[in-house]
């Protein structure tokens, strides 16, 4: 058991939206307590993702590595979380990331936030390491570190089943987040993975969770009710949320498809990543490409829905293999991102291979955009012999060839062999096999990679993958560029125009993934969230004051990752990552040659030294960040 203390507000009273307090784990000392959060803090940074990477700063010292005991695991909710917006039972995930040992945070759809703050929380916080593998459990009699020798070894669909089985407990009276044996074994691109599907992955977080010998973080349906100033109408604008949402042609169409066909779509738009960035064109037979349609996949994998908190968009489903090697494997409808990984991007063009890959990679607990890259990077170097059938332990690395990535999953995700290269993420390997192979890579000099598109194509998420302080994007396509006064139409290929959209834009990702919902609901309606955050806590939050919230969080990330020496040399994408179109429609078009001019318009506009990327102290004055100034 925990020795456990509690620290109350001293008024005892209510702060409208919030649980009002966050549980602080010392897994070394085998103690929690309970802390109370203020008003004050929270009207700075909200919750979820710019609460996290505020603790982190404050509490974590940039120049630890991110597999130290002191560094913390933050698992937050925001606001908004459990009510009845839609995919409110989300959670953000804030670290020091085990890929870039920089500021990592990412977020999880399903019920773990919303069940988090019934049991009286808003957030999670683990520091410390345990001597032997445990796992929490939380619920609304208290906080208990159980032994989890006998989970040791165990896929995550396993884990989930069997702690469920210890409780006595049902799906969906309580969630399990864990780690699978990726996790267990540090790879360095381990997620964090709950309610049989959702993953929080980006920047290693499942490995720093294993280097706390922490296989789980389970939370129980508690009774605990969040205070709302106006529930009412935090109702209607929930539903504005939605009615909005279904208005716009693509939020209709991502509401009844998800995204689990989008690798048809995308193949006729030439913005899917093809065999490592080695050609914009994906060659494949019709016949076989019409099998990764929505309609197709959820049909011959018998789709039975199975949504998130509140949610009644027809995004998730629980599927199952009929036929062949691999039938009665049960899983959660892959993402979008997850069909890319385990079809274009490494070659392989039966769906059914496809979907046991990913498959695979959720159930040992690898984030499945980087896992793309590495085996992409492996079948490169094999067919060029950089790396050979010797190497791999007899392992013929052909593109497509899906049977030996399946087995390279395993091999990367204990550690075994070349696997163990591999596990280290994408630079790492590349550089451990030096030579040509460096130039083969894709990913960003700090050592994130990509999500699933080819960015060559879309030189915003490019430019904001290599220059983000979190490993992954942190603005998007998507974004409030009308609410914001920005052109809604824009030459995708200018330069100045997206490096001056891009600074424009930051901000507005970072808040919302601070309010911890699914962007599927939330779709960047940046006013309708505002008003939703006011109706739960009674403030007088508008779109400018949100802006200043991702924007402060913006600037204490990029302050603490310069401490932690993370500088402006490598806000750059590698050779591969940055490389010129060689084919496909926008063939010839590349961005390294405006990329000098790109960064210094964009730290000039984010109020940055044009030289260093740092936070000028005015910057930082401006957005209440004058304590940080010390550290740069």
């Not at 730290?603 to 940080?628: C, H, I, R, S, V």
Request: proline share 4%; net charge negative.
């Amino acid at each position: 058991m925990l020795k456990t203390t509690t620290q109350l507000l001293q008024d005892n009273q209510p702060i409208y939206g919030y649980a009002g307090k966050i549980l602080r784990v010392d897994l070394t000392n085998k103690e929690s307590k309970s802390e109370a959060l203020s008003e004050t803090t929270l009207k700075k940074y909200i919750g979820g993702t710019a609460l996290g990477i505020k603790y982190v700063y404050d509490e974590v010292d940039p120049g630890i590595e991110w597999s130290d005991p002191a560094n913390r695991l933050f698992i937050g909710t925001g606001p908004l979380g459990g009510t009845k917006v839609g995919g409110t039972g989300s959670i953000s995930v804030v670290t020091k990331g085990a890929l870039t040992n920089g500021i990592a945070c990412s977020q999880a759809n399903g019920f773990f936030g919303a069940f988090l703050r019934f049991c009286g929380y808003d957030a999670v916080i683990v520091q410390g390491a345990a001597p032997e593998w445990v796992y929490l459990y939380i619920n609304d009699d208290g906080v208990e570190l159980r032994d989890a020798s006998h989970l040791v070894g165990k896929n995550n669909y396993e884990v989930d089943r069997l702690i469920k089985e210890e409780l006595n407990k049902k799906d969906k009276k309580v969630c399990v987040l864990s780690i699978g044996p990726a996790g267990e074994n540090m790879a360095r691109f381990a997620c964090t993975f709950t309610e049989l599907g959702h993953v929080a992955g980006h920047n290693g977080t499942g490995a720093v969770m294993g280097s706390k010998k922490l296989k789980a973080i389970v939370v129980e349906r508690g009774k605990n009710v969040v205070p709302l100033k106006d529930k009412d109408a935090l109702s209607e604008q929930a539903k504005k949320l939605l009615a909005n949402d279904l208005a716009d042609p693509f939020g209709a169409m991502f509401w009844e498809e998800g995204t689990v066909g989008g690798v048809v779509g995308r193949t006729h738009m030439h913005i899917l990543p093809v065999k490592n960035y080695t050609t914009n064109e994906h060659v494949i037979d019709p016949e076989k490409l019409e099998k990764y349609t929505y309609q197709n996949i959820r049909t011959k994998f018998e789709a039975k829905p199975s949504p998130c908190w509140a949610c009644t968009a027809k995004h998730c489903h629980m599927m199952k293999v009929t036929e062949g090697k691999y039938a009665g494997r049960v899983f959660e409808e892959p993402e979008y991102e997850a069909m890319a990984a385990c079809s274009s991007v490494i070659g392989v063009d039966d769906v059914t291979m496809s979907v046991v890959l990913a498959t695979e990679v959720d159930d040992l607990g690898l984030e499945m955009n980087e896992i793309g890259w590495v085996i992409a990077f492996t079948m490169e170097c094999y067919e060029k012999g950089l790396v050979t059938k010797e190497d791999l332990d007899g392992l013929e690395m052909n593109w497509g060839n899906g049977e030996a990535a399946m087995t390279l999953l395993d091999m990367i995700a204990h550690r075994k062999g070349f696997g163990n290269v591999l596990a280290d993420g994408v630079m790492r390997a590349a550089q451990h096999v030096g030579g040509e192979a460096t130039n083969i890579a894709v990913c960003t000099l700090k050592g994130n990679t990509p999500r699933g598109h080819d960015h060559r194509v879309l030189w915003l998420e490019l430019f904001d993958t290599c220059v983000s302080n979190t490993g992954t994007l942190e603005t998007h396509r998507a974004a409030p560029f009308k609410l914001l006064g920005l052109p809604m139409k824009y030459d995708s290929f200018d330069p100045e125009v997206v490096s001056t959209l891009e600074a424009k834009i930051k901000g507005a990702m970072i808040f919302e993934d601070s309010l911890v919902g699914c962007r599927f609901h939330t779709a960047s309606q940046m006013d309708v969230l505002c008003d939703a955050v006011n109706a739960a806590t009674g403030w007088d939050l508008d779109v400018d004051e949100a802006m200043k919230i991702g924007r402060r969080v913006v600037n204490l990330a990029r302050v603490y990752n310069l401490a932690a020496g993370i500088g402006a040399e490598l806000d750059a994408p590698s050779p591969r990552y940055g490389s010129t179109l060689s084919d496909g429609p926008n063939a010839g078009k590349g961005i390294m040659p405006h990329w000098d001019k790109m960064l210094r318009n964009y730290y000039q506009l984010m109020g940055w030294d044009e030289k260093t990327g740092a936070p000028l102290p005015q910057t930082l004055k401006d957005l209440d960040l004058e304590f940080a100034i010390t550290r740069l």
